[in-house]
């Protein structure tokens, strides 16, 4: 298994452009997170699902869109880009059934706006 | 205030040190208090979880929960320098239900072992 897999890496945008980050998982889980991590800020959550069809907010879900089709993808919609946005972004994966606090997480996608 | 604080350090010890890494939190409701590890340039993975007041132990490491303090530590015995890591502090307050998972991260700490 590739567990979570992000793209891309990293990305440099302009203000007011928009991205979509790309998120898979090939556990079968039916939870997954969005979370963005700021230098000496922790990890905020942004937005999570349930399940395929089923998403709602986090903490931290202004500026952003997401959406659930499949099992395995849960892509995060950046519309206009702020600088409020450099950050790093972690999508991460749960069983159902498993530990309720045990998340995957991928590598992270590191986006810079300027 | 915080729901977690926890302080970001940097934390540098030689190898073989005994580390303690820390958190307090305001949020009577957290009864699942988790430990993740960060190296660098990678997602967190979960260390280790305890639900109760008291120690649990696992190998090297030992995670203590004090709920009357709301207080919780991480200690690393004979620490390596694989350990050097960010460490992150995170607390849940319903196994099931309506939280589905949602956890609340400290700032995390980052801690160098140098040989």
């Known amino acids: 298994n590739a567990g979570v897999t992000q793209t891309p890496k990293f990305r440099i945008l302009k203000i007011g452009q928009s991205m979509t980050l790309q998120c898979t998982q090939d556990?079968?889980?039916?939870?997954m997170y969005w979370y963005r991590q700021d230098p000496g800020m922790g990890l905020k959550l942004i937005y999570y699902?349930?399940?395929?069809?089923?998403?709602d907010k986090g903490e931290v879900p202004n500026g952003y869109n997401v959406s659930r089709s499949t099992t395995e993808d849960f892509p995060l919609r950046l519309e206009l880009a702020a600088p409020s946005q450099t950050s790093v972004y972690f999508c991460?994966?749960?069983?159902?059934?498993?530990?309720?606090?045990?998340?995957?997480f991928g590598p992270g996608t590191r986006l810079t706006v300027t | 205030q915080k729901e977690v604080e926890q302080d970001p350090g940097p934390l540098s010890v030689p190898e073989g040190a005994i580390v303690s890494l820390n958190c307090t939190y305001s949020?009577?409701?957290?009864?699942?208090f988790m430990w993740y590890r960060q190296y660098s340039r990678k997602g967190p993975e979960l260390l280790m979880y305890t639900y109760s007041s008291g120690n649990k132990e696992d190998g090297r490491f030992t995670a203590q929960v004090d709920k009357s303090s709301k207080y919780i530590s991480l200690f690393i015995r004979d620490s390596q320098p694989s350990d050097s890591a960010t460490y992150l502090c995170a607390m849940g307050d319903n196994a099931g239900g309506t939280s589905y998972g949602k956890l609340t991260f400290g700032q995390g700490t980052i801690l160098t072992v140098h040989p």
């Open positions: 991460a994966s749960r069983l159902k059934q498993g530990f309720v606090y045990e998340q995957y």
């Open positions: 556990m079968n889980h039916n939870y």
């Open positions: 699902s349930v399940g395929a069809g089923i998403t």
């Open positions: 949020n009577s409701a957290f009864q699942y």
